[in-house]
């Protein structure tokens, strides 16, 4: 069967092209001919999606923040790169879609539509190309774990636009069970709850695809403190001095935001996808608030101090996502999630 995937591919995201190879992956060893929409919007196709979606305009602001970063740093250019190569060996893409039209061209000849993961869901930067509203009739609609990232939705407007986009789908699932709940409440439907398609590969098989990048020059013997920050919050770095001085282990940072590279401490500059798997795997230790380094810490058996991102209170909180994966694997082990997903891989394809 030929499956077009839709996800977050060019945020420059270690977590983001790691979900996205794994669920292309584990679906070409099921049989199927699957590729990603290499979904990039040009600027007219962003602005008119804020407007249409009711969407913040500080989503701009912030993308255009986050950008300026990039554009000051070698080692963010260099990172960028490097997940773009990653793709061409790794993965097969289509012709780079800048809007729907571009979108619906590349379903040509496609048997099915599946959402990939990721929070192609959350409804604060909602996005109805990431429901698949594109696609021309005849084609079957999947979703495999969206995260809908946060808990609560007041907002009527993008309840009723979720709940029209989602009409047609064969199955949904969440990665969450908030995500499962909130769809529920909005449309009606059952979701089933999914794990993160990084979850339905094997530590081995993540081991292996790490070790086609050399293992970070500035890792210690030994390991090190590994910190990897998606946030920009000051009190993140009074937590890692005292988790130095507690371990004795040297300080390594794979920098995200301007507080990353301004930390002080050495860098692990410019990595790929495999630099990164590479870097966490060897870790003695690994402080993060990214709800990715949590799973990799956990499936590489790392210990893993998790910073939460958000205040529980702020009803933008993505605390839900880290939340509910603790709770599953103190439940339940690896092998049983990664079951679970693929069953259901096989049963709804």
């Known amino acids: 069967m030929r499956i077009g995937i839709m996800t977050f591919l060019h945020n420059s995201n270690y977590g983001s092209s790691l979900q996205a190879y794994a669920l292309q992956r584990v679906l070409r060893e099921l049989g199927h001919d699957a590729e990603h929409l ?15 979606s009711g969407n913040s305009p500080k989503l701009i602001l912030e993308g255009i923040r986050k950008r300026n970063v990039q554009s000051d740093q070698a080692g963010a250019r260099a990172k960028k790169d490097a997940i773009s190569a990653f793709y061409a060996r790794e993965m097969r893409l289509s012709a780079p879609c800048r809007n729907r039209e571009e979108l619906r061209r590349a379903c040509d000849g496609l048997d099915l539509l599946l959402c990939g993961s990721d929070q192609i869901w959350n409804p604060v930067w909602l996005n109805p190309a990431y429901f698949l509203d594109f696609a021309p009739s005849g084609i079957r609609k999947l979703a495999y774990a969206p995260s809908m990232g946060v808990k609560t939705l007041e907002d009527r407007r993008k309840r009723g636009k979720i709940r029209r986009l989602t009409a047609d789908f ?22 089933a709850v999914l794990p993160d398609p990084v979850c339905l590969l094997t530590p081995e098989e993540w081991k292996e695809a790490g070790r086609k990048a050399p293992l970070p020059s500035a890792m210690p013997e030994g390991g090190c403190l590994l910190c990897y920050f998606i946030g920009e919050n000051p009190a993140y770095w009074p937590r890692v001095r005292a988790l130095a001085a507690e371990t004795g282990l040297k300080v390594r940072v794979i920098p995200v935001t301007a507080e990353g590279y301004a930390s002080g401490y050495e860098l692990l500059d410019g990595l790929g996808p495999e630099g990164f798997l590479n870097a966490v795997s060897g870790a003695a230790c690994l402080c993060t608030d990214s709800f990715h380094g949590l799973v990799f810490g956990t499936i590489f058996g790392v210990r893993t101090e998790l910073l939460r991102r958000d205040r529980d209170g702020d009803p933008e909180s993505k605390n839900s996502r880290v939340d509910h994966f603790l709770r599953q694997i103190r439940e339940r082990s690896a092998a049983d999630l990664r079951a679970e997903g693929l069953a259901w891989l096989r049963k709804n394809i």
């Open 170 to 191: 064969e199955a949904i699932s969440a990665r969450e069970q908030e995500g499962a709940d909130l769809l529920r409440a909005i449309t009606g439907r059952d979701a």
């Open 38 to 52: 290499d979904y990039q919007p040009d600027r007219n196709e962003k602005i008119r999606n804020l407007i249409a």
